[in-house]
C-alpha cells in the first residue's frame, strides 16, 4: 500500500514549487500528480475559452474589495474528470505506489469525495497557506497570468480552498525558500509525523 501526501491550497500558492522541492526531498519515490495535469488531459476544446468550456473548465471574475476575484466552473466533464483524479489517486495507492496529490478542494464535494477514498491510505493533510497579498503577487508575476489568463484566482478561490475540516499542518511558504521547507516536512514525515511539527519556522497548527 502507498503513502499519500495530500498538498491542499488555493491558485498561486506555491503549491507546485514546493511539491516538486517533496518530491525531490523524500528518500522513497512519489508519484506527483495533480488536478492541472488531469484537466490538461482533456480534449482542448473543453478549456477555457474554447467551444466547450461549459461542459469542461471556465473562468468567472466578479469583483470583491474593488479588486478581481475568479473561481472556476466545471460542467460535466471536469467535474468528471476531478472524480476520476481522486479514484485514480487511490488505485495508485492501492497498487503500492506513493503519491503527492497536488489539489485545490474548491468544492465540499470534492473534498469529502477524496477524504472517502484516500482516508483507508492515512494521507498526511497539508493546507499551503501564504497570506492573500503574497499569492496575489505571485500571481501578478506568474507566466500564464503574463499570457493572459485572468487575475483574481488567488482571491477567487481562497476561502472556499480552506473551508474543510483542519489539515494535519499548516505551511506559509512565503516565510523561507521552498527547498528549505520541503526539506523540513520530509524530514518530520521521516521520523513519523510527530506532534509538533518542529521543522523550519514556515507553519502553525
Not at 472556476?72 to 474528470?81: A, D, K, N, S
Request: charged share 20%; aromatic share 10%.
Amino acid at each position: 500500500m502507498g503513502r499519500l501526501i495530500v498538498v491542499n491550497g488555493t491558485s498561486s500558492a506555491g503549491k507546485t514549487t514546493f511539491c516538486e522541492a517533496l518530491q525531490d526531498a523524500l528518500p522513497d519515490p512519489y508519484l506527483l500528480t495533480s488536478y492541472d495535469i488531469f484537466w490538461a488531459s482533456m480534449p482542448a476544446r473543453y478549456f477555457p475559452w474554447e467551444t466547450h468550456e461549459e461542459d469542461g473548465v471556465r473562468y468567472v471574475t466578479a469583483e470583491q474589495a474593488g479588486r478581481p476575484s475568479t473561481t472556476l466552473e466545471l460542467g460535466p466533464v471536469g467535474q468528471r474528470t476531478v472524480s476520476g483524479a481522486h479514484h485514480a489517486v487511490a488505485a495508485l495507492l492501492a497498487s503500492g505506489v506513493n503519491v503527492i496529490a497536488d489539489v485545490l478542494f474548491l468544492h465540499p464535494d470534492w473534498f469529502a469525495e477524496a477524504r472517502r477514498l484516500w482516508t483507508p491510505f492515512a494521507p498526511l493533510w497539508i493546507a499551503l497557506k501564504p497570506p492573500l497579498t503574497v499569492s496575489e503577487e505571485w500571481e501578478a508575476r506568474r507566466e500564464a497570468t503574463l499570457a493572459g489568463r485572468p487575475t483574481g484566482l488567488a482571491r477567487g478561490l481562497f476561502a472556499a480552498v480552506h473551508a474543510h475540516s483542519p489539515p494535519d499542518l499548516t505551511l506559509d511558504p512565503s516565510r523561507c525558500h521552498p527547498d528549505e521547507l520541503a526539506r523540513s516536512v520530509a524530514a518530520w514525515v521521516g521520523r513519523g509525523c510527530p506532534h509538533p511539527f518542529d521543522g523550519m519556522g514556515a507553519f502553525n497548527r
